[in-house]
């Protein structure tokens, strides 16, 4: 004679434990694809810095950065980030204020990084730099 409940698993038993793995299974895939999501926020994040460093060490490199605007790309290479810089009178003689700002599309939203320094530029060093030219070639036109 066969012993009843010693055969193994009921029917709601096993429907029960495929229940809880399924739950657990979609718990597991969405913080998967979560975690993906933020790998790929924190990578455009990452080479957005990138892009902005490079431009800031660009407008240093320049000789006179003077008030005003502009916006571009920065080629195929990184073809969808855009970049704009704004460049402001600072109120001070000899520094303006830079404002750099990188923007790109992330799941369909626009999304930006902004720096915002001083640099040495304006009128003040642009009169300077003239005054100083015009003093060089006086100098120049009095050793011939």
Known sequence: ???RGTGGFTLLEVIVSLVVLAAGLVAVLGA???SMAATGA???RTIATMLLNEKLEELKKEPLVTA???EGDF????EDYRWNVEVIESGTPGLVYVVV???WLERGKETELSIRTLL???EAVQEKQEQA???RGMTAEGVR
Do not use: H, I, K, Y
Request: proline letters at 0%; charged letters at 30%.
């Open 42 to 44: 924190a990578e455009n």
């Open 68 to 70: 005003g605007e502009d």
């Open 32 to 34: 998967f694809t979560a």
């Open 101 to 103: 700002t990188v923007s």
């Open 120 to 122: 040495r530029g304006g």
């Open 133 to 135: 030219q015009g003093e």
């Open 75 to 78: 080629g195929e290479e990184f």
């Open 1 to 3: 004679m066969r012993l």
